[in-house]
């Protein structure tokens, strides 16, 4: 990647831009969001945006608060800088997945996006806003633009910078991180926290992970203690019954397969992070490799039937099971979910929302989720279709025929 000064030059020159180029002026010119507007909240992230002729030239550049407080990048970039001007047979980069309508008042980026006629964008990380969460690409997609990623080494960049951003603002940052840190070490399983670093895109120590934990609000600073969140215990602490908030917490057995008794099913004992491990080892006993068609599949069910079921209900067991053609996954239904939605997962029509936002999150980042709302899509593709059934105490049972 080149570095900053090198590529401003290359844009002064109006020499033509690779891809990447773009994609790395775009991250740099985000970085000075921070200077034009102090984010007291430190919830918005860092975004660059910039705009690339079709001759391959750089057009121009803004980041968020370019011109005023509170204005977007893109809003910048095409209401501001370009005003006016024919974007036709461009391409736009943006660090950040575009806004929606639903969480802007006025036009939002991706309806004035659609508006320049634009045809090709390319965008660096999806927000991690749950209100815009993939809905600024669905939005771009339906109205006939080509979406393209930025490269993994950008994103990673993205992440980080965005990350920091909260906590950067804090001038007691490196005390807290260093708290954070030890709560990591002191109550957080190692084996899941090392599965969590080796697998992650963007948090790759344990103090991105401090970071990243405080920048979210998952763990908070409350003078002497740390509290932190129920659904990062869950993904982390090695834990046994009642401390889980004192509430008792389900486990997920992956240990009954077929021609094993029942056993009797116990509390949750490990972390969550820990679980597709113990799903990919019950996927090879079984013979199933993770290059097969059907592992994708039954991964995003084994994820689903995990992170969208129901906590906190003591008897309420969610498990996978092989019977000798099919493998089911059985899960309690979370309480906030009406009948009328189980009705539509059980019919394969519900729309994408998080059923645990946190868990999600958490989840996205080890690449257990890619797209929202995709997995049921993938589930729904394997023949002959699986079959949902849900039991009058609320239990869903999800059976996938491999045989
Ligand atoms: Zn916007």
Redesign the pocket.
Known sequence: MKNESSLRRQMSQNLPFSDEDCMALSYYESLKSNSDHDHAAGSDPFVGALVQRSDGTVWQLAHRANGQEGH?A??SLIEEELSGQDLKGCKLFTTLE??VSDV?TGT??SELIVKTQIKDIYIGILDPDMRVYSKGICYLFKHGITVHPFSCEINGLIMKSCMYFKVQKNKDCDKICRVVSDVIDSKFDKDAVNYFLSNSKSIKTKSDLACYLLNKGYVDFDRKNMIVDNEVQLMFYKSKVNTFNSRECVFIDLRKTHGEEERAPSYFDGPLALFIEEFNDFCSKIGIKQNDSIYGPLKEAFVNATLHREYFKATAYAYVKFDGTSISFTNPIPSSFTDEKVNEIISFSTKPEPGNPILVDLGREIGLIEVQGKGLFTIKSVKPKPIFTKSADRILELSIKII
């Open positions: 977007h893109e809003y575009p806004c802007r939002s980026c």
